[in-house]
Nanobody
Framework: QVQLVESGGGLVQAGGSLRLSCAASGRTFSTYAMGWFRQAPGKEREFVAVISWNGANTDYADSVKGRFTISRDNAKNTVYLQVNSLKPEDTAVYYC??????????????????WGQGTQVTVSS
């Protein structure tokens, strides 16, 4: 079992930045991949970024590449998403997720077996 709690969302103007955090508990954090996803109103949940168990491998959606950075601190059982140069279209609920079946993760929501409750990010124009 893994429990995930996100924090760090909020209201920010276009061009601004936020740092999202996701604290994990339960199974040993350094043994599985972690991902960030987002869901805007009326849209399906979409992949944002993923990081491997040791932080050596990352992958990003094209829409956020160069603006968002995923990282993890295994000593603190926490994964982060630094979001810069925010745009109104980044407005969504952001979820962290654990893929405990693999060290490297993937882009599909189906691969993730534990989810946080989400944190709202709203970008005003």
């Amino acid at each position: 079992q893994v429990q995930l709690v996100e924090s760090g969302g909020g209201l920010v103007q276009a061009g601004g930045s936020l740092r999202l955090s996701c604290a994990a508990s339960g199974r040993t954090f350094s043994t599985y991949a972690m991902g960030w996803f987002r869901q805007a109103p009326g849209k399906e949940r979409e992949f944002v970024a993923v990081i491997s168990w040791n932080g050596a491998n990352t992958d990003y959606a094209d829409s956020v590449k160069g603006r968002f950075t995923i990282s993890r601190d295994n000593a603190k059982n926490t994964v982060y998403l630094q979001v810069n140069s925010l745009k109104p279209e980044d407005t969504a609920v952001y979820y962290c997720a654990a893929n405990t079946r693999t060290y490297y993760g993937g882009r599909s929501t189906r691969g993730y077996d534990y989810w946080g409750q989400g944190t709202q990010v709203t970008v005003s124009s």
